[in-house]
């Protein structure tokens, strides 16, 4: 090889044995540094692997350029350029990164910050259709979010806001069923359902073992509907398709949700009730009319004093004080629940004078069979044990623990003697409950 510098010997690599040539693998440096020719310039002294053709290899020239970083000359090999040229590439794509990962960060902590940029709202009338259902007890913050979510409305904060611009008297949106589009402006949504765009609905939750009464207030509650109409109305069976001996509408009030027309009167009401428990009795194949005033009562019955695992038991027992020949009771169904709501009370408790008045028609300790009327709106699970009960002996239960219901059956008197103290040790050591 050529060169304007004097010609040199390749010193050995630090540690080699006097003599020992160039080693096979390089290029590289030798480790005791390149020689310095005094023209400001460094030759580093490269050695070769077997085999290269020294013809098509350059001389290697480091300037020392500011802050003593070394530059490498055109004259360096191809393959150190590309080399160097890799490697800055790396260097700028990881810093490009950095960069990128950066800016990446600010603008989710200012996302965090600021909160998710709101949703634009939905144009035109929205498509297709959609039963949209407030139940009982939402507010706008869940009804908004419950729109969003089946995409009707486009967020919960644009609904929010329209219900406050809805032209009502009234910003209150009623539990019940309203129909809707999907992905429909929320200013139309909220009009619909404050009832400015569309029919509005009542909603009325009957609960299992309640009496007509209780089921009057619920309707004035949703309905503003007057006590005493539906008093009148209930007096009246007749209306609503219900034949004598049937007097009056207690044990029909089927318990259950019912939404209807805000306009439904007080007949209309009462009529859904009624036609869900005939339905049920039909549909249990019950069809005549006494027949189902029969099983109504006794339904009635095992929904005030027994729990639903104990229905068909009790209604066994109860078909057994109902039999003809029945000499344990001689007929009487002695069942505290009937008795108290002939009172008119709640309470599990009366006295004996109570007890023995003749006067309740529903003091079944007095007047043997059943009483007068249904005690309440039994659930479907006491019709369909009524109709169907179990075969027993049983003559007596007694619920020994009111917190449980736990309830202890007897085919005769002194073995019901036995449950009875039971229930009262219970009661003597739980008085805030026996009152």
């Given at each position: 090889m050529h060169s304007e510098y004097p010609e040199r010997t390749p010193r050995r690599a630090a540690g080699a044995p006097a003599g020992a040539g160039a080693p096979s693998r390089?290029?590289?440096?030798?480790?005791?540094?390149?020689?310095?020719?005094?023209?400001?310039?460094?030759?580093?002294?490269?050695?070769?692997?077997?085999?290269?053709?020294?013809?098509?290899?350059?001389?290697?020239?480091?300037?020392e350029g500011p802050a003593g970083r070394l530059l490498t000359s055109p004259g360096a090999p191809t393959h150190l350029r590309k080399r160097r040229r890799r490697r800055r590439n790396i260097v700028m794509l990881v810093v490009l990164g950095v960069f990128a990962l950066a800016i990446t960060g600010i603008v989710v902590f200012l996302q965090g910050?600021?909160?998710?940029?709101?949703?634009?709202?939905?144009?035109?009338?929205?498509?297709?259709?959609?039963?949209?259902?407030?139940?009982?007890?939402?507010?706008?913050?869940?009804?908004?979010?419950?729109?969003?979510?089946?995409?009707?409305?486009a967020s919960q904060q644009l609904f929010l806001e329209a219900v406050q611009e809805v032209e009502s008297d009234s910003k209150v949106i009623h539990p019940g069923d309203y129909e809707l589009k999907y992905r429909m402006p929320a200013l139309s949504a909220a009009g619909i359902m404050v009832g400015t765009g569309g029919e509005r609905v009542s909603y009325v939750a009957i609960k299992q073992n309640v009496r007509t009464d209780a089921v009057f207030e619920e309707i004035n509650k949703a309905t503003g509907i007057p006590i005493s109409e539906l008093e009148q109305l209930s007096a009246q069976p007749e209306q609503f398709g219900l034949e004598p001996p049937v007097r009056n509408l207690e044990g029909f009030l089927h318990p259950g949700e019912y939404r209807f027309p805000v306009d439904t009167d007080a007949a209309g009401v009462l009529q859904l009730m009624v036609d869900a428990t005939l339905k049920e009795l039909t549909d249990q194949g019950v069809t005549d009319p006494t027949e189902q005033y029969r099983i109504l009562k006794?339904?009635?019955?095992?929904?005030?004093?027994?729990?639903?695992?104990?229905?068909?038991?009790?209604?066994?027992?109860?078909?057994?004080?109902?039999?003809?020949?029945?000499?344990?009771?001689?007929?009487?169904?002695?069942?505290?629940?009937?008795?108290?709501?002939?009172?008119?009370?709640?309470?599990?408790?009366?006295?004996?004078?109570?007890?023995?008045?003749?006067?309740?028609?529903?003091?079944?300790?007095?007047?043997?069979?059943?009483?007068?009327?249904?005690?309440?709106?039994?659930?479907?699970?006491?019709?369909?044990a009524a109709i169907a009960p179990d075969e027993n002996d049983y003559y007596y239960w007694v619920t020994v623990d009111t917190t449980t219901g736990e309830t202890k059956f007897a085919e005769t008197y002194e073995e019901h003697r036995v449950n009875q103290n039971e229930f009262r040790a219970w009661c003597e050591a739980n008085p805030d409950i026996c009152k």
């Open positions: 390089g290029p590289r440096h030798d480790a005791g540094g390149p020689p310095f020719d005094g023209s400001g310039r460094e030759f580093a002294e490269t050695k070769y692997e077997d085999g290269w053709d020294e013809s098509e290899v350059h001389e290697e020239y480091h300037d910050l600021l909160g998710p940029a709101e949703k634009e709202d939905y144009t035109g009338p929205g498509d297709g259709e959609v039963t949209f259902t407030v139940e009982q007890g939402w507010g706008p913050l869940q009804i908004g979010r419950a729109l969003e979510e089946q995409d009707i409305v006794i339904a009635s019955i095992l929904q005030a004093e027994a729990r639903p695992d104990d229905y068909p038991v009790v209604a066994g027992a109860l078909e057994n004080r109902l039999a003809p020949g029945n000499t344990e009771t001689g007929g009487l169904l002695q069942v505290d629940s009937a008795v108290i709501y002939g009172l008119k009370r709640y309470s599990l408790q009366f006295t004996t004078d109570e007890k023995n008045d003749a006067e309740n028609r529903y003091n079944t300790y007095i007047h043997p069979g059943l009483p007068p009327t249904p005690i309440g709106s039994p659930a479907d699970s006491a019709i369909e």
